[in-house]
């Protein structure tokens, strides 16, 4: 008979074996949704071209599609700066909102300082260095 723990332990590595099958075959399935639709993109976008050669000439359309395609990547270096100053600013947040709950920490952990000793001294340390904005790891970005 099987314990209690070595059955959760099986059902849970079960899931996790379903939920990973299942995120592999999203992931192997996206990638090939994304390449229809740059295939797809493709051959419009030189369908596009031989129609509008026959109309209006081979040298006129190439400097058109040239154009429409620089229009389209100034258009997603605008939008990657907007994001990335949103992540700056988010991240800008992230970080006032751990010094404050730092001081809140520090301040409620002051009455344990006063008789605490040795931890009490290491964790004020901690603390402090953590109000100061340094890191304790070695983790460089």
Known sequence: MIGPAKALMSLATGHVSMV?????ARIYLKIL???CVIGAVVFGCVLASVLLA????LAATMALMAGIFVLAALIVLIVMIVEQKR???REREQREAEMRLAKIALVSAIPMIKGGGLVAAGAAAVALVLLMGGKLGGDDD
């Open 20 to 24: 990973g099958g299942h995120l592999k």
């Open 33 to 35: 949704l994304t390449l």
């Open 87 to 89: 992540h700056e600013a």
């Open 54 to 57: 026959e109309a209006i000439g």
